[in-house]
């Protein structure tokens, strides 16, 4: 009982206070309370959010609705690549006359036949799409384009990369759904990579996640359907599946941009796929578009790259040595002779981790470079102008 009292006593004592204050005795007021308790406490935390959140909407990113919306953004853009050859087929007929060969093969009429071979993705509305060079290899064969809602165009042109495993094909279209290509030299170890396209060449817009797992790889890419390799460095290897029909297509960020194009997957391992850089395909695409053609930096040379452990035991520099000049190249103009040892060119040494063909690539059509080479134990410098490589 005297618990009790000793609680009502502090009790009354805040109710004549409160009612004071409120009353403006003293000249207090709530309102200058909450004002002075505003300047030490965020508004935020004084704002009382509305109790409506059965109407309010609600945004929950996750990973699955990253896929769903790039999906949704890049599908319309993504198309499967047709080939259309002709076909023999044939039967047997019986000759009772030859007892040694009695079953005999004969050639039945020519038909065509079609089939879904590789992806692609729109890059302009007009009808300019991305594939990659092995999937339109055969050059005696002709090929369609299926889009996203099953209409069907043949190409008119293809422009094939003599460098990089590209190419570049024309239909006759307008107002297409495009792509948006992103910048691949920001592209990270780890983040989100999503492919699009037509696996195994029966199932169109097939798509896989997963992350980029390595950059700067080198691999030798080729189609199995087509029976083409081709080495390539520089690619991107990720863990998105990427199956034979897929090559050609997009490889995407969480962003819905085109950071590769999907090239080739490992035989030997799981979940290892490899794309090359959407930077390379924007600076092909621009040559393509001032000059109607791919222009590659041509010197004209075969060679085999002398190691500094075989340099050591020939008694001879590290370098390129020339094996072969191509008759009227530039490298033939600038007097660059057989068995010539190239050791720098345009001011950059030459070496077994950064060799001929890697530092030509990284120049310029009807750039003029210095090359310094070595023949017969003398030092020699020759000016030589690169040519283009689309024109041999």
């Given amino acids: 009982m005297k618990y009790q009292k000793a609680l009502l006593v502090p009790a009354a004592i805040v109710l004549v206070i409160g009612g004071l204050v409120s009353s403006g005795v003293f000249g207090l007021k709530w309102s200058s309370?909450?004002?002075?308790?505003?300047r030490y406490i965020p508004e935020q935390a004084l704002t009382t959010p509305p109790l409506s959140a059965g109407r309010e909407k609600v945004n929950v990113v996750s990973e699955e609705s990253?896929?769903?919306?790039?999906?949704?953004?890049?599908?319309p853009a993504v198309v499967t690549v047709g080939i259309t050859q002709s076909g023999q087929q044939s039967y047997f007929q019986v000759n009772p006359f030859?007892?040694?060969?009695?079953?005999?093969?004969?050639?039945?009429?020519?038909?065509?036949?079609?089939?879904?071979?590789?992806?692609?993705?729109i890059v302009e509305s007009d009808?300019?799409?991305i594939t990659n060079k092995h999937v339109v290899s055969d050059t005696t064969a002709k090929y369609r384009i299926i889009t996203a809602t099953s209409k069907t165009y043949d190409v008119t042109k293809i422009y094939r990369d003599p460098a990089n495993d590209l190419a570049i094909l024309k239909i006759d279209a307008s107002n297409l759904p495009t792509v948006v290509m992103g910048d691949s030299s920001k592209i990270q170890v780890g983040q989100l990579a999503i492919a699009i396209g037509t696996a195994l060449g029966e199932f169109r817009s097939t798509v896989t996640t997963g992350?980029?797992?390595?950059?700067?790889?080198?691999?030798t890419a080729g189609s199995p359907y087509e029976g083409y390799v081709e080495r390539l460095d520089d690619v991107i290897q990720t863990s998105a599946a990427i199956n034979p029909g897929n090559s050609g297509g997009p490889l995407l960020n969480s962003a819905g941009?085109?950071?590769?194009?999907?090239?080739?997957?490992?035989?030997?391992?799981q979940n290892i796929g490899f794309a090359i850089p959407i930077n390379v395909i924007k600076d092909a695409l621009k040559n393509f578009n001032q000059t109607g053609q791919f222009n590659r930096p041509?010197?004209?040379?075969?060679?085999?790259m002398v190691t500094k452990d075989l340099a050591i035991m020939n008694d001879v520099p590290e370098g390129a040595y020339i094996v072969d000049v191509v008759t009227g190249s530039p490298a033939e103009t600038a007097g660059i002779q057989n068995g010539d040892i190239i050791t720098d060119i345009g001011g950059t040494r030459v070496s077994g981790t950064n060799d001929l063909a890697a530092i030509i690539g990284k120049t310029k059509v009807g750039q003029t470079l210095a090359v310094k080479l070595w023949r017969d134990g003398k030092t020699l410098t020759v000016s030589v102008t690169l040519g283009n490589q689309s024109s041999q």
């Fill in 33 to 38: 309370i909450a004002g002075s308790i505003s």
């Fill in 211 to 219: 992350v980029v797992s390595g950059l700067g790889r080198g691999i």
């Fill in 127 to 129: 009808g300019l799409i």
């Fill in 257 to 269: 941009q085109v950071i590769g194009i999907n090239t080739a997957v490992s035989q030997q391992g």
């Fill in 98 to 121: 030859d007892p040694f060969a009695p079953f005999q093969q004969v050639p039945g009429n020519s038909q065509p036949q079609e089939q879904d071979i590789g992806s692609g993705f």
């Fill in 298 to 304: 041509y010197l004209g040379v075969r060679f085999k």
């Fill in 66 to 75: 990253v896929v769903i919306d790039v999906v949704k953004k890049a599908s």
